[in-house]
């Protein structure tokens, strides 16, 4: 099956700095990435995704770049806030057998001022 | 429009109990899942559903079963709890697993 893994476990960067998460996968017929935000106490809730037959996108503050042929993705927060803190969750998707969605291990962002 | 709820948020069982936890979902999404949280772990996938009246075993089906009796609805169960399910478990559900996978809020299980 699909195995996710993702770097650093904790990450702790200065108010206005730029954070990235990386992310590898297995599966080369996943299709579908996904990273998802979690505060504390809360549910995991979807900021950006990407999908296989684009490179990168982006969405304010927040963006993602994917390289199939190293199967790798990666997280990019630029001028990072203190609400920025929070656990991200990457995640892989290939289409079929329930569309299942297998996680990374997650990334403790913290934000300093 | 509630999205994805559980039921209940918090539990404490004896080893050895039974619980069923809820899933309700108001948004007509065929697939539903259910996941548990560890630290360190990230989210692993315990069973999901791709419509009314099918289940299919995920990652770490073991000592756990589910039921999907109404489209609306994904039942997990515990029939005899162990310490080694003390977790959060997360329901989430999405449409034909295409796209956002949507959570409910969680439930905190202590199994002693």
């Known amino acids: 099956g699909e195995n996710v893994e993702q770097h650093p476990s904790t990450l702790s960067v200065q108010e206005g700095d730029s954070a990235v998460i990386k992310c590898t996968y297995s599966d080369s017929a996943s299709n579908y990435f996904p990273w998802y935000k979690q505060e504390l106490g809360k549910r995991p809730q979807l900021i950006i995704d990407i999908r296989s037959n684009v490179g990168e996108k982006k969405d304010q503050r927040i963006a993602v770049t994917l390289n199939k042929t190293a199967k790798h993705f990666s997280l990019h927060i630029t001028e990072t806030q203190p609400e920025d803190s929070a656990v991200y969750f990457c995640?892989?998707?290939?289409?079929?057998?329930?569309?299942?969605?297998?996680f990374g291990t997650g990334t403790q962002l913290k934000v300093e001022l | 429009n509630a999205g994805v709820t559980q039921t209940p948020k918090f539990r404490v069982l004896k080893t050895g109990q039974s619980m069923t936890l809820l899933c309700a979902q108001d948004m007509n999404h065929e697939y539903m899942y259910w996941y548990r949280q560890d630290p360190g772990m990230g989210l692993r996938l315990i069973h999901y559903?791709?419509?009314?009246?099918?289940?299919a075993k995920g990652e770490v089906p073991d000592g756990y079963n589910v039921s999907r009796l109404k489209k609306q609805n994904f039942l997990l169960g515990l029939e005899s709890a162990a310490p080694s399910q003390t977790s959060v478990y997360f329901c989430a559900s999405s449409y034909l697993g295409l796209g956002e996978a949507f959570f409910g809020q969680g439930t905190r299980l202590t199994v002693v």
């Open positions: 559903s791709v419509g009314e009246g099918t289940t």
């Open positions: 995640a892989a998707r290939k289409a079929g057998g329930g569309n299942k969605l297998t």
